[in-house]
């Protein structure tokens, strides 16, 4: 993004990916393909999507406070990636395709 100065289209191509690729997840028969395309997306994603954001967040919060985003940035993405989690458990357990059904 930084070779062709376009940071806005990468973080939204990034996006749009992982949207596509959750679609075709939950659209999905079981079956080995859609897991692997799935995959690919996701893999794109972190290519156009995360190192992209990453790297924005100096230009979104300035150069003298680049520190502070990155700290907030992680704690973020920490906190998210322990609660999505257990939500998504705590709502497995309660639907008809929980461990006991």
Same mark, same amino acid.
């Given at each position: 993004?930084?070779?062709?100065?376009?940071?806005?289209?990468?973080?939204?191509?990034?996006?749009?990916? $992982?949207? %596509?690729? /959750?679609? +075709?997840? #939950?659209?999905? @028969? *079981?079956? !080995?393909?859609?897991?692997?395309?799935?995959?690919?997306?996701?893999?794109?994603?972190?290519?156009?999507?995360?190192?992209?954001?990453? $790297?924005? %967040?100096? /230009?979104? +919060?300035? #150069?003298?406070? @680049? *520190?502070? !985003?990155?700290?907030?940035?992680?704690?973020?993405?920490?906190?998210?990636?322990?609660?999505?989690?257990?939500?998504?458990?705590?709502?497995?357990?309660?639907?008809?395709?929980?461990?006991?059904?």
């Amino acid at each position: 993004s930084d070779r062709i100065g376009r940071r806005s289209p990468c973080l939204a191509l990034g996006s749009f990916l $992982i949207v %596509i690729g /959750f679609f +075709v997840l #939950a659209n999905s @028969s *079981g079956g !080995g393909g859609s897991v692997w395309i799935a995959s690919i997306l996701f893999s794109l994603q972190y290519g156009f999507g995360d190192t992209v954001s990453y $790297i924005a %967040i100096r /230009f979104i +919060v300035g #150069a003298h406070r @680049s *520190g502070i !985003g990155y700290g907030i940035y992680g704690v973020l993405g920490n906190l998210l990636a322990t609660v999505v989690p257990l939500v998504g458990g705590f709502i497995m357990e309660g639907s008809e395709n929980g461990i006991d059904n």
